[in-house]
């Protein structure tokens, strides 16, 4: 990045470098990812704003309730006033319920550690550090 004396106020921002990050990240279809900065004091957190929850009582059921939530996502985030409009939840996906024979794995010699491990590769991520000093 330039130094800061060189920068164009308008553009140079750690704001309008968010907006224009968050609006590339947005063509990402296969994650969810979002630009923002660190906050004046570590640990404070940097978020400000509101939380909204949207019910059914109505019974709609899960997909009219879903596509209500995507509709006022959409609506919202036309709103100048408003900011990275998103979902605070998770969007579904399958759930497995995994049921380890521990008396099997233990004949083949295999640890719940090791079948932990493999499933945790295969099918997730593990937080492992940041980075410090530009280094792992």
Known sequence: MKDWDARDPTTGSSFAIIERATKAFNQIKEARVFASSPPAISGLGSSAGFDMELQDHAGAGHDALMAARDQLIELAGKNSSL??????????????????????????????DDINDTLQTAWGSSYVNDFMDRAA
């Open 83 to 112: 900011t990275r409009v998103r979902h605070n939840g998770l969007d579904d996906s399958p759930q497995l319920q995994i049921d380890i024979d521990q008396r099997k794995a233990q004949a083949l010699g295999v640890s719940i």
